[in-house]
């Protein structure tokens, strides 16, 4: 049973930054998957901020997110991470790190329907 756990949000000023993290256990040793880190404001869809292909490395960011976070996973390919700096009050919602087996495209933001598994998610909110 794959199960993973968010951690690191926390509330902000404007400008500061946070590290987000995910920790990922149960998988088998085949460690080629798709990670990602949702978000959803409230009244808002879910959205896909960043996702990153392990076998690779390959990563994509939505626009509004280019430049600021970074998407990156530790040598064991066990924890996921997302560095936010330079926050934004828009930055402000619940964010979820999500998992599934296989290879991901890095072009195009994803839905939250293409992935298996979900962290119980960590609240981000960024005050001006």
């Known amino acids: 049973q794959v199960q993973l756990v968010d951690s690191g949000g926390g509330s902000v000023q404007a400008g500061g930054s946070l590290r987000l993290s995910c920790a990922a256990s149960?998988?088998?040793?085949?460690?080629?998957?798709?990670m990602a880190w949702f978000r959803q404001a409230p009244g808002k869809e879910r959205e896909d901020v960043a996702h990153?292909?392990?076998?690779?490395?390959?990563?994509y960011y939505a626009d509004s997110v280019m430049g600021r976070f970074t998407i990156s996973q530790d040598n064991a390919k066990t924890t996921l991470y997302l560095l936010m700096n330079n926050l934004k009050p828009e930055d402000t919602a619940m964010y979820y790190c999500?998992?599934?087996?296989?290879?991901?495209?890095?072009?195009?933001?994803?839905?939250?329907?293409?992935?298996?598994?979900w962290g119980q998610g960590t609240q981000v909110t960024v005050s001006t």
């Open positions: 999500a998992a599934h087996t296989g290879w991901c495209g890095t072009w195009s933001p994803f839905s939250s329907a293409d992935f298996d598994y």
């Open positions: 149960g998988y088998t040793y085949y460690s080629r998957r798709c």
């Open positions: 990153i292909y392990t076998g690779d490395g390959d990563t």
